[in-house]
């Protein structure tokens, strides 16, 4: 076990404890991850270039002796418990819907019905989670929770599912489930992390090819801006740009906007509305950035990639319409600092910025960006470094 993953694990272990009155059977853990390109591209059957990082949530998880699942977590007042038999009562969550029971237990409680959907049966369980994801970052503290739940049933149940079908379990809890119409991009990469590797995943066929980033070895990190600013997939704004897509989509005959070109885009305009061609717009040609990005670190490495980033970061503040001013404030204070290449992860409305930067520019840009803060009135950030990371794994 990582000393990163220790306290998060023994916060875990400590709960079980608590709730049982005995140890767990084992712990399990999966990480959370940032997006190093290709944001909204996944549910369009594009293209993602996302890594693992460090910050894990973990699972303290024991069978019981009948049919009940109850879940606890460091980050909620009371456990949830359920028949297993009824879980099948709660989901799928109907569209436009909040879940039967709190969002937090929808995450690992649908994916116990997702494994029951797909066949799998087992015993009851208890389940303890504690975590350090950053929860509304747009890290993915959603799909931790569904890797580290999804690994233990796995292993406890005798599944026998290999990490991309897990994955494909998260994604359902998480469509179905918890109401959120995201796409496999973040399950897939919390299941496949590799150290200082990011998954090159093409989201329609699901071939994950893992591209090494060479971070540490250039003398470079990625800066994590949280800037606190709260968001949710399963509402509003997230549910409203994936509708805009799918009718772009319709509209110029293609089964998804990975089908349509960058060349396409002039045809495009003359036929789609302009907020709708601004959409598209802007998942076309981040699919060619995440294709530029992963030539780019293999031929040239990761200090040549920063203009991207920054155009990244342009399309979904403009076309995508997706950062708010925090964001483009991290943004702009890090680039202005010096950095090589920022922009905003995540699904947007809130969360997170990342800014690559040369590890010895860390203390600088950090001020610069605490500094631009303050001068907008905004309440001060958290920021922290992250590397490439590993995969699921049972802790104990």
Not at 179 to 190: C, E, F, K, V
Not at 251 to 257: D, F, Y
């Amino acid at each position: 076990m990582s000393a990163h993953a220790a306290p998060t694990a023994a916060a875990a272990e400590e709960l079980f404890t608590t709730l049982t009155g005995h140890a767990p059977e084992g712990l399990w853990s999966a990480p959370g991850r940032v997006n190093l390109i290709g944001e909204h591209t996944d549910y369009n059957d594009g293209f993602v270039l996302p890594f693992a990082i460090p910050h894990r949530t973990v699972a303290a998880v024991g069978r019981r002796d009948d049919d009940r699942i109850r879940v606890a977590s460091t980050f909620a007042d009371e456990p949830v418990e359920v028949a297993l038999d009824d879980l099948h009562r709660l989901f799928p969550t109907p569209a436009g819907e909040a879940p039967r029971v709190a969002e937090w237990a929808a995450y690992p409680l649908g994916v116990a019905w997702a494994l029951r959907e797909a066949g799998v049966t087992g015993s009851g369980v208890d389940i303890a989670l504690a975590s350090d994801v950053p929860v509304g970052a747009g890290l993915s503290s959603s799909a931790a929770i569904e890797g580290a739940t999804a690994s233990a049933l796995n292993d406890l149940w005798g599944a026998g599912l290999d990490r991309v079908a897990l994955a494909r379990i998260g994604r359902t809890a998480e469509n179905d489930a918890v109401g959120a119409p995201t796409g496999i991009m973040d399950q897939m990469a919390s299941m496949l992390g590799e150290p200082d590797s990011a998954i090159f995943l093409d989201c329609r066929s699901l071939d994950a090819v893992p591209v090494p980033v060479g971070i540490v070895e250039a003398g470079l990190a990625v800066l994590v801006i949280d800037t606190r600013v709260a968001h949710a997939h399963s509402t509003g704004g997230y549910r409203e740009r994936r509708a805009s897509c799918e009718r772009g989509a319709r509209m110029l005959g293609a089964t998804s906007l990975r089908d349509v070109s960058v060349d396409d885009l002039g045809r495009a305009e003359s036929i789609l509305d302009d907020v709708t061609f601004r959409r598209v717009r802007h998942v076309v040609t981040e699919n060619q950035r995440v294709l530029d990005t992963v030539r780019t670190l293999r031929e040239q490495g990761a200090r040549a990639i920063g203009g991207l980033l920054v155009a990244s970061h342009a399309s979904m503040r403009d076309d995508f319409e997706i950062s708010v001013p925090e964001l483009d404030t991290a943004v702009d204070a890090a680039l202005s600092a010096g950095a090589i290449g920022a922009r905003m992860t995540g699904g947007g409305f809130g969360g997170a910025a990342i800014a690559l930067i040369d590890r010895d520019a860390v203390g600088a840009v950090t001020d610069a960006v605490h500094a631009a803060f303050a001068a907008s009135g905004f309440s001060p950030p958290v920021m922290f470094t992250v590397t490439p990371s590993e995969g699921p794994r049972r802790d104990a």
